[in-house]
């Protein structure tokens, strides 16, 4: 029997046979069942690769979430404020700051912006919640907020580590004799008396492999001074791994009597942790809040010191501009008090958005979104310094140096352009034909080669240091060197670097910088004048010293 009274049963036939010849004009007229449209404002490149590689769990139901918003000026954004309240939402500013965070639950979130928050599950276990889209400033929001970050708690930190070799490598390297000849650094006759370098580092070092270093080449003892940092509640501190050996080497080999601090990322995460009302989980997913934390500490116990960072946290095509603001506005704070800023540009060969996170492909062939440069790189504040390797004579004089690469390890100098950041004024006299209106990485370069590396004590044996995280420490020292030559000479310290480094190339009474004409990476080649992977070039620390002093002086 059927349903629904009396003449139930024609009624249903009669339905079905509207059905049948609907079907049946649409296969006439060739129509297709039209799919539902995509979300608007999509994020693609490596970001959407994260996610699909990442297990889908669903809408984030429960639990909290948050996004930067990057303001028009440093006032109380009033308007922001009330706008977040109506929505069940909050924000969170410091008085000064001119970025914020909204947040909320992720469900408040996602209405408030018009997305969707999911959580994924990564390939490497982690639990994380994000958005596909892209949210817009609001309407109202316009007068008061200039740009949103991504919603993402999921940031990686990779380290660009020294190269492991076969044993049967020879182990001889650079002496500091040699290396201090290589870049002409010895007629300064400084030893970095004065100058303070702190290292930003994630692992640990043997205090016996830096005595034991100084020991052998007959060098002042290390001036370790306290970190600003002490170990809290939290993970453990990694055991040593080589790079912070190599870091501190590297630059006490250049300026033997600089101060050296070693600010360990995970104590100084620790450290903020300890203070941060939401814990671990709003520090992971402001890692760039976070950083610039523990860049605005670091700042305010050494004001004026040189940094040296080999680590990176992302691909610059992962964020957005209100994402990097909190870190870059601290860099950019500690260089108007004399700090001088320089991080390596990767050792993947200009594929520094590949395998980000264990989520990517690491092995397979590349593609164009595996093409980039590290958020941190690519900071117009932050000198980025690429690979070379490096011929000398028997006494460590410059002959050449071609662009580093070792292709069985697919591993080389790092560099390109930045999706995120523009042209800065200063980089308007070099070009690339691959782009003309983002900022061009690296800046400048120096011996990356485990080859021909600086010969250093890690681990307990002795070995040649390499990689671009070899690199940013010679220019640290050599840095320090500068610095108080200029201080002696009536001078002042460098700061911000990378102006001056420009105006020095564009045209200055000395040659400053040996071009690096020869090699290439995965992506780019090396060429006369500024390229994709050597930058301006190597210094000829003597020239260069003088070329900035008469720039000081007004004459340059």
């Known amino acids: 029997m059927g349903f629904g009274g009396p003449g139930s049963s024609a009624a249903v036939r009669g339905v079905r046979l509207l059905v049948f010849a609907a079907a049946v004009l649409m296969l006439a007229s060739g129509t297709r069942a039209v799919p539902a449209p995509n979300p608007p404002n999509l994020i693609g490149g490596p970001f959407a690769r994260l996610l699909a590689s990442s297990a889908d769990l669903g809408p984030a139901r429960s639990g909290h979430a948050q996004l930067t918003v990057a303001l028009r000026d440093s006032t109380r954004p009033v308007e922001l404020i009330a706008w977040a309240k109506d929505r069940g939402l909050s924000v969170r500013w410091r008085p000064g700051d001119d970025w914020a965070f909204v947040e909320g ?96 580092e994630i692992d640990g070092y043997k205090p016996t492999d830096l005595s034991a270093y100084a020991k052998q080449f007959n060098l002042p003892a290390f001036a370790l001074a306290p970190t600003p940092f002490t170990p809290v509640s939290g993970p453990q501190l990694p055991k040593p791994q080589g790079e912070t050996e190599m870091d501190l080497e590297v630059a006490h080999a250049i300026a033997p009597d600089a101060r050296l601090v070693v600010v360990n990322l995970y104590a100084a995460v620790n450290a903020v942790l300890n203070n941060a009302s939401g814990g671990w989980p709003k520090v992971v997913e402001a890692v760039y809040a976070t950083v610039g934390t523990v860049f605005e500490a670091v700042d305010r116990q050494f004001p004026g010191a040189i940094w040296s960072l080999s680590i990176g946290f992302d691909c610059d095509k992962m964020s957005t501009l209100a994402d990097v603001r909190p870190m870059r506005s601290a ?76 292709s069985p390890t697919s591993q080389g100098t790092g560099g390109g352009v930045s999706s995120l950041f523009d042209r800065p004024a200063w980089q308007n006299r070099v070009s690339s034909p691959k782009d003309f209106t983002h900022r061009l990485t690296p800046d400048v370069a120096a011996d990356a080669d485990p080859y021909t590396g600086v010969y250093i004590k890690s681990g307990g044996t002795w070995q040649p240091g390499g990689g671009t995280s070899q690199a940013a420490p010679i220019w640290a020292g050599l840095t320090a060197l500068m610095n108080q030559y200029l201080l002696e000479q009536g001078g002042n310290a460098l700061g911000n670097l990378n102006p001056l480094l420009y105006r020095v190339a564009a045209g200055a009474a000395r040659p400053a910088f040996h071009d690096v004409l020869l090699g290439g990476n995965a992506v780019d080649n090396a060429g006369p004048g500024y390229d994709l992977v050597t930058g301006l070039g190597t210094p000829n620390v003597d020239n260069l010293v003088h070329d900035l002093l008469d720039i000081q002086r007004g004459g340059g």
């Open 105 to 200: 639950t992720p469900a408040n979130v996602g209405r408030a912006f018009g997305v969707a928050v999911h959580n994924y599950r990564s390939r490497d276990g982690k639990v994380f919640y994000a958005s596909r889209q892209q949210p817009a400033v609001p309407a109202p929001m316009h007068g008061e907020v200039t740009d949103l970050g991504r919603i993402l708690s999921y940031h990686p930190v990779h380290i660009a580590k020294p190269p492991m070799l076969p044993r049967d490598v020879p182990t001889h390297g650079l002496t500091p004799t040699q290396l201090m000849t290589t870049y002409n650094a010895g007629p300064l006759g400084t030893t970095g008396k004065g100058q303070t370098i702190v290292f930003f």
């Open 331 to 406: 860099l950019a704070s500690a260089e108007t008090r004399g700090t001088s800023a320089f991080t390596s540009s990767g050792d993947t060969g200009g594929l520094e958005c590949k395998g980000k996170g264990a989520n990517q492909d690491r092995f397979g062939p590349p593609s164009q979104d595996d093409i980039g440069v590290t958020t941190l790189a690519a900071q117009p504040e932050m000198t980025d310094v690429g690979g070379t390797s490096l011929s000398t004579d028997k006494n460590g004089a410059w002959v050449v140096e071609t662009t580093w690469v070792a």
